[in-house]
């Protein structure tokens, strides 16, 4: 028992239910106060289970007395274990057997599930308030969400609100952030690259006029420690630029041979910032040392255009890349088999029946998502391809038509051919490939555990795709008109997508609901 006062009457206790221990949960987590007292004050006393009741003094420490209505409540609460999730979760209205079960959420959460209804957050949340670790309670662990529960809350605020923050007077062909998520790195068609501060706003800190462009910049890619940027054109020279300091370097790359006149369209760093690989619409893959300034590698490697080159993974198996091509293949190579204009690629995968327009790595080293002509993204297990020693040729690989996609509609509406042997996990369909070389991507792993991948698509519009399902989970309207989105980037850590495109306009997109405080500190400049 416990007297409050010498002018009121004593309080007695019922014992607290044996799977809970809230009193001391309570001594050590001033916030389970705050929430409990508010529970009781919107509900009123009629709602409060008995055993949240005995807490009343601690609830309340300024009045000396328990209502007198406390006494004639008798709740018909069977099931204390639901009594309990009624309570900690949030939703104390109604009868109990609506209340969602704050251990089964996080069990879900821990195996890779996700309950459809938002009572799924609400319980991580109370969970998180009442100092339990990853769904189990007394654990002696930290508190707080694991990454797998971060992620899966993450997921349920996808980007949807748009926002322009840049408007250019040319088309944007590129628009990336950095692997940091410091920089954004915007490409226009008209010469020009703008560096510009995420976390000051997306405030542009410098302004790059790009030289010996032919039509436009195809590629950027930010060097692996944040501070060089690499650009292409449809000319056989690379160029090196700076990104932070008061002084300017722009130094010209020329990776031709004996004079050789190609285009570059896409460009990607190694690990370690060592080697630049390059693919060409000379059909030639080019791996060049940064270090000695020399081509390494110059071999014909695809019976047409290569449009995309990406490693399977950079930190820990460096040496495997794969090339896409106009000729309807993606190429897996090993580095260390390749010297000078010797080399074969180790693996073909073979599912799709146009050109490929772009190539993202998952960053486990096995999946790889593609981005295709023949109006479809595909996931691939790199572990399950052709052998990349099979004489196939471009006639055997087939083609749903032939037709010019950047001056053309697809022939043949929906429908979406495949070929017999298709390598691929997975088939997204519900975007348009046409009159631009438009990229996809995979979600980021620290926001939303690679659960979706998204993609520009021709029609003015960014897809988001269930990565497991395939199926559509949110179609963006980037602009009005049907021109094309080329180029998506998700932030490595915020929630923000942004889109690019024809339409000389950049948006970036934040949840429908806002931003969390924690995450606007860094966007002080934008009224997100």
């Not at 010498?6 to 009193?23: D, E, G, K, Y």
């Not at 190609?262 to 040392?289: P, Q, R, Y």
Request: with cysteine; charged share 20%.
């Amino acid at each position: 028992s416990r007297a409050t006062s010498s002018n009121s009457r004593q309080i007695v206790h019922s014992p607290a239910p044996t799977n809970t221990s809230l009193p001391a949960l309570m001594r050590r987590n001033p916030r389970l106060v705050y929430a409990l007292r508010n529970l009781i004050q919107q509900q009123g006393v009629s709602q409060v289970p008995s055993f949240v009741r005995e807490l009343y003094p601690t609830l309340f420490p300024d009045l000396d007395r328990v209502p007198e209505e406390w006494e004639e409540v008798v709740l018909p609460f069977k099931d204390q274990e639901r009594v309990d999730n009624l309570v900690l979760s949030g939703f104390p209205k109604g009868d109990s057997a609506s209340a969602p079960n704050c251990m089964t959420a996080s069990k879900l959460c821990r195996q890779g599930g996700v309950p459809s209804s938002s009572a799924f957050t609400n319980s991580l949340v109370c969970d998180r308030e009442l100092g339990l670790y990853g769904g189990r309670r007394y654990s002696k662990l930290p508190v707080g969400w694991t990454s797998q529960q971060k992620q899966s809350v993450a997921r349920s605020f996808i980007p949807s609100r748009p926002h322009d923050f840049l408007n250019v007077d040319s088309n944007l062909y590129g628009g990336q952030f950095s692997k940091d998520g410091r920089v954004f790195v915007a490409a226009c068609q008209g010469s020009q690259l703008l560096l510009m501060d995420v976390f000051n706003g997306f405030d542009p800190f410098r302004a790059i006029e790009a030289r010996d462009i032919r039509w436009t910049v195809t590629d950027t890619a930010v060097s692996p420690n944040g501070e060089m940027l690499l650009y292409s054109s449809i000319t056989p020279e690379i160029h090196l630029c700076n990104i932070y300091g008061e002084y300017e370097r722009h130094d010209s790359i020329d990776l031709a041979e004996d004079g050789a006149m190609f285009g570059v369209w896409s460009i990607k760093w190694n690990h370690d910032g060592t080697e630049v690989i390059a693919g060409s619409n000379s059909h030639h893959l080019i791996v060049h040392d940064m270090v000695r300034d020399t081509n390494v590698v110059n071999l014909e490697a695809h019976g047409s255009d290569i449009n995309a080159v990406c490693f399977a993974e950079e930190d820990f198996r460096p040496n495997v890349f794969l090339t896409g091509s106009d000729d309807h293949t993606i190429r897996i190579w090993d580095r260390r088999m390749l010297d000078g204009s010797r080399g074969s690629p180790v693996g073909v995968l073979l599912g799709h029946v146009d050109g490929i327009t772009h190539l993202s790595s998952k960053g486990d080293g096995f999946h790889i998502l593609s981005n295709s002509k023949d109006q479809s993204a595909k996931l691939w297990d790199i572990r399950h391809c052709h052998a990349g020693n099979d004489d196939i040729s471009h006639d055997e690989l087939g083609t749903a038509s032939q037709w010019d996609y950047r001056w053309s509609e697809y022939p043949h509406g929906n429908t979406r051919y495949r070929r017999k042997d298709d390598d691929s996990v997975v088939t997204y369909t519900g975007h348009t490939v046409r009159r631009t070389l438009i990229r996809c991507y995979f979600s980021p792993a620290a926001t939303t555990g690679q659960r979706f991948v998204y993609t520009g698509s021709g029609d003015g519009t960014v897809v988001i795709y269930d990565t497991l399902t395939g199926q559509k989970v949110k179609e963006l309207k980037h602009c009005s008109e049907p021109v094309p989105v080329r180029d998506v980037s998700w932030h490595p850590t915020l929630p923000l997508l942004t889109s690019v495109g024809f339409d000389e306009v950049a948006r970036v997109w934040v949840p429908a609901g806002g931003m969390s405080p924690s995450s606007r500190k860094w966007i002080e400049g934008r009224d997100f």
